[in-house]
């Protein structure tokens, strides 16, 4: 086994401890201060990291190797969810509504032992590593955009994060060369008729029986207007209507997402959504305003550092580490990074599922469990990526 591999062993207990700090104190998105604060002084406490707060609740460590080699950024998501954890934990979180479901908690931990483990590594180090520690992935517009607009990523040449999942079991890492996760989209329909009494329907516009049938008209979307080969989703998620059962409604409201891999299909969709909605509405004799609003792009992995990624897993861990994934529906902000910037960017799945710790439950469930094994994994993949593009040999 490489030297590295053993003093990320030495480090695993120290960043268990700090995970569960994270994890106990959870804070949700754009509300960070203590998760920051901690981060901030962590960083500060290992040698050579210059540390910045570009927003609020970002925190941003630079590691300036001896050598002039690229600037390699390693980003990690800090927030929590708005649910109450359901764990018996003596680490559970403490702050009510609140709750670390997403193992973001287990990303911030893993970032701080690898700017440790390289602190102490400049005079090998051909290059700069700069750890973002980013706000709010969960809540968009999301703090990705907001610390690339504040100058994250300037200078930086590359682009590496993660996310653990119990989807993949600990000890396996999953890989996708190309677009990894949907576009996450919302639209809202207002859809206005006119009330009246529940007994004269012809002198009203019932805007209840419009909205449903708008409701069972965008379910014709991913059936009848796009093709089996496309990826989508159209869930309409939350209608609001109507007071009482004897008065016919004035206005309903709808709200839903939209989610898919093409950036051609995506451009469809709010003009679709609109045909149909508006269509309906029309032959109700109701109206409707439709409103579309985009969130978070695709995570599209660049091809070239996939391939020095999957690379540096198997020289760590063996080929039989890597799971081949399919493109996954949970949007992700970390293509932020890379497409307003054009940056290239690799987004890694480590796995923390073990079914002997009962750690198998779904992410943003409230008894969701991880397997801190996997953080060990988490620290290997970026440690060995770090590694094959700037660590000189020990001399
Ligand atoms: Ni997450």
Known sequence: MNALRTELEDLHSQVIEWRRHFHKYAELSFREFDTSDFIEKQLK????????????????????????????????????????????????????????????????????????????KTDRLNGTIVFIFQHAEEVPPGGAAELVEAGAMRGV?????????????????????????????RFDIAVVGKGGHSSQPEQCVDPIVAAAQIV?????????????????????????????YNIIADEVSLSGSVRTFSRELRGRMPALIEEIAEGIAKSAGASCKVSYEKGYDSVVNDA?????????????????????LQPIMPGEDFSAFTEATGCPGCFVQVGTRNEAKGAVWPHHNANYLMDEDGLLYGMGLFASIIEKKLLTKPR
């Not at 590359?158 to 996450?184: K, M, Q």
Request: aromatic residues 6%; contains cysteine; proline residues 3%.
């Open 216 to 244: 069972m008209g965008l379910q014709t979307i991913v059936a009848r207007r796009i093709s089996a080969y496309e990826k989508a989703v159209v869930s309409v998620c939350a209608i609001r209507g109507g007071e009482a």
């Open 45 to 120: 406490s290992f040698r050579n990291i210059e540390v910045s707060r570009p927003t609020k609740t970002g925190v941003i460590g630079t590691l300036r190797g001896s050598g002039a080699g690229p600037t390699i950024a390693l980003r990690a998501d800090i927030d929590a969810l708005p649910m109450t954890e359901a764990n018996d934990l003596p680490f559970a979180s403490v702050n009510k509504g609140a709750m670390h479901s997403c193992g973001h908690d287990g990303h911030a931990a893993i970032l701080l032992g690898i700017a440790k483990l390289f602190a102490e």
């Open 157 to 185: 040449a590359e682009i590496y994060g993660l996310h653990l999942t119990s989807n993949l079991p600990t000890g396996t890492f999953g890989l996708l060369d190309g677009v990894l996760t949907s576009a996450t989209d």
């Open 304 to 324: 070239a550092l996939t391939d020095a990624v999957r690379g540096a897993i198997t020289e760590w861990f063996g080929n039989g580490a890597i799971q081949e």
